[in-house]
């Protein structure tokens, strides 16, 4: 077992100025989860440069010992899915049958992305005299990783398989939230075979840090998840002529029109708005309910929140684990108190648990606000935990138009039986994922994935389909004459 490290040149190291940060268990603060190396500038030119120098060996490795990688990647992976979720789980706090799964989808990225090694292929283009004409795939050199916390080993492992597929150097900058399970990444992707220097991992937090990996020339591609906020800082860094792609927040509503199933509603909205606590990108964070069945959903509603055993994710009897941060703990309990001093109804929160939170970690419970004004903050901004926003809407119309009416465009959902509405919602509403009839969260593994408005500079889509590898090649075009 490697100690806490960057990873630059081929070698495991502490930082260049010897800094460290400590990561802690959000369930339990008391469980170090271990000291990382601090990274400053001179570690990112030392991961740029030293990835600069080995990328070209791997761009001209044959794609077949690529795929072999990433293959191999897949199952190590699958044969300890066990540990390395229960890892998961001390680290970020989701419950383990989520960190389980999360581990599986990297496997299944892995698995996804070798077979694309194969298939990056370029295109011959008629013409009209003998010259041939074709376009060939290279890779863009260096891309850079910078990923959250909230799916700290699915995320990277979709951004960083099709980089290495097609013949990218790395260098990977997990959150300072989710370092080991960045550092697992990376000793797995070794222990598969990936050539020393081929990847740099870098630890740390910052903007200096952050502009020292964006701003060099030799780094060809940037591919970001994360904030609005972030997104925004990134973009300037990497300036104009950077190959860019930013994956962003939400702020994710489900309509549920007057001739849907209540119970059935209530299960899809308080799936989106509660699993994985809250943190996901595409958790349902507004619920605009018709009229006729306001009331019966928002009962529903509550006795799920109610329902929830809140604790450890490590018990498998816990359905919702702690925030993974104090300062993401913080943020949530800010938004919450800002909903109690716009005096917004609280159906359900804290104070309606049938069993206390636990005394330590950072633990919050399912709150449920209803009858929420659109002004709110609480309807309009990105809260990212287990907070959600009930409203009354007259009916299609007026849902259509309050879930618009935000800044963010990623997910959205419908309950309906009339598959007309569905239709229209699908094609009205300004959202890059849209779900009829199931939650906002959760997304296929080839489909294309990513949004609209500041969810995603929209440029170069992350998981897109059959353009999934657009991103990671650059395109040359041939003219040959003889
Ligand atoms: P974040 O604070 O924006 O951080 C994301 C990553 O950027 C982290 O690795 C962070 O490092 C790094 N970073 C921060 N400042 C930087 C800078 N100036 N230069 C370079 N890198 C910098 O987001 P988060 O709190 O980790 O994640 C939650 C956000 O991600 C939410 O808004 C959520 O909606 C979004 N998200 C979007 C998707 C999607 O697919 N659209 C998926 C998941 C999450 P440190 O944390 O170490 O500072």
Known sequence: MNPCANYIGGRWSPAHEGATFERRNPADPSDLIGRFPASGPADAA????????????????????????????????????????????REEGKILSAATQEWRRAAANFRLYAGEALRTAGETFPTVDSTLVYSVREPVGIVLAITPWNFPVSIPSRKIAPALATGNGVIYKPSEVTPLSGQRMVEILLEAGLPEGVIALV?????????????????????????????????????????????????????????????????????????????????TSRVLVAGAVYDSVV??????????????????????????????????????????????????GAGQLESPLPEIGYFVAPTVFVDVPPESRLAREEIFGPVVCVSRVSGYEEALRLANAVEYGLAAS?????????????????????????????????????????????????????????????????????
């Open 46 to 89: 030392a991961a740029v440069a030293s990835v600069d120098s080995a990328k070209l060996a791997w761009a001209k490795t044959d794609p077949e010992k690529r795929q072999h990688v990433l293959e191999r990647a897949a199952e190590l992976i699958l044969g300890r899915v066990d540990g390395l979720a229960r890892e998961l789980t």
């Open 203 to 283: 630890q740390g937090r910052g903007a200096d840090l952050g502009d020292a990996l964006i701003k060099p020339a030799a780094v060809g591609a940037v591919t970001f998840t994360g904030s609005y906020q972030t997104g925004c800082r990134i973009h300037q860094a990497a300036g104009p002529d950077k190959r860019l792609q930013l994956e962003m927040g939400g702020k994710n509503p489900c309509i549920v029109l007057d001739d849907a199933d209540p119970t059935r509603a209530a299960q899809i909205a308080t799936q989106g708005a509660f699993s994985l606590t809250g943190q996901a990108c595409t958790a």
């Open 299 to 348: 009962r529903e509603i509550v006795a799920r929140a109610r329902a929830f055993r809140i604790g450890n994710g490590l018990d498998p009897e816990v359905t919702m684990g702690p925030l993974a941060s104090e300062a993401q703990y913080r943020k949530v309990l800010e938004m919450i108190d800002i909903g109690r001093k716009e005096k917004l109804h609280e159906a359900f």
């Open 414 to 482: 419908i309950v309906t039986r009339d598959m007309g509405r569905a239709l229209s919602f699908a094609r009205d509403i300004d959202a890059g994922v849209i779900k009829v009839n199931s939650a906002t969260g959760g997304v296929s593994l080839m489909a294309p994935f990513g949004g609209l408005k500041h969810s995603s500079n929209q440029t170069n889509k992350e998981q897109a389909g059959h353009g999934v590898m657009d991103f990671y090649t650059r395109t040359k075009t041939v003219y040959l004459s003889t």
